[in-house]
């Protein structure tokens, strides 16, 4: 059974930075890519950044490039985001989950999803 546990979402100022992790369990992680996905209200979720199964290789939406990274530890099951320069436009709901390129984009294994970590930035 897929779990994915997201944390490290907050409050924060515009600028500002936070951490976000996921534990994964139920797929053999280092297997996997990984991925986030946020969600504002309103609007679909739309893909944020993927790594490789092996963490050599990274992908980010064009808002994220050059303000979020993507990294994993395949020892912990782990996948995180670090979210630098936050602007009131990230806020979201952030989800993890195991990850594939696809024709149109990024999608993922199966349609089991967290319960996500909300990430709000204020002005």
């Known amino acids: 059974q897929v779990q994915l546990v997201e944390s490290g979402g907050g409050l924060v100022q515009a600028g500002g930075s936070l951490r976000l992790s996921c534990a994964a369990s139920g797929r053999t992680f280092s297997r996997y890519g990984m991925g986030w996905f946020r969600q504002s209200p309103g609007k679909e979720r739309e893909f944020v950044a993927a790594i490789s199964w092996s963490g050599g290789t990274t992908y980010h939406a064009d808002f994220a490039k050059g303000r979020f990274t993507i990294s994993r530890d395949n020892s912990m099951n782990t996948v995180y985001l670090q979210m630098n320069m936050l602007k009131p436009e990230d806020t979201a709901i952030y989800y993890c989950?195991?990850?594939?390129?696809?024709?149109?984009?990024?999608?993922?294994?199966?349609?089991?999803w967290g319960q996500g970590t909300q990430v709000t930035v204020s002005s």
């Open positions: 989950n195991y990850a594939k390129p696809e024709s149109t984009g990024w999608g993922t294994f199966g349609d089991s």
